[in-house]
């Protein structure tokens, strides 16, 4: 395991962040960028809060840490705990990628059992709330993708 640890370059949380994003600017839309920009801040702000200065020390049990802690300090449903890890573990992916953790460490984030009835319920609702927005005469992407 060291001698793993000792092939990765230290990088902050922050920085690690901010190369991330500039990233997926090359190659995804503005909204997906906005929500990684979200799920990612609120990983900094975990980071901050557990003082991890440097993601070569990440670990499978700080991101289960980071799982329970983001469930419970907003009390959120399951797919969007879903959503926010997927997000996550696209995020600690491309760190591997740079040699900023453990290349495999994505595997680790573990994302909740998400039934169908409730993923049918989201995009029900997505699809509702674009109709709605429509037939009030407002772009359901612009006003969806507001910062």
Known sequence: M?????????VD???????FLDHKETECTESTVRNHRYHTSEFVEWCEENDVDNLNDLTGRDLQALRLWRKESS???????????CSLRVFIKWCGSVEAVPENLYDKVMRPR?????????????????????????APDSYLNRA
């Open 2 to 10: 060291e001698s793993r640890k000792s092939e990765l370059e230290p």
């Open 114 to 138: 998400v039934s169908p009835d409730d993923q049918q319920a989201e995009e029900t609702l997505r699809r509702d709330t674009r109709m709605l927005l429509t037939e009030q005469g407002i």
């Open 75 to 85: 009390d959120i449903n399951l797919m969007t705990l879903n959503n926010y890890l």
């Open 13 to 19: 949380p922050r920085t690690a962040q901010q190369l």
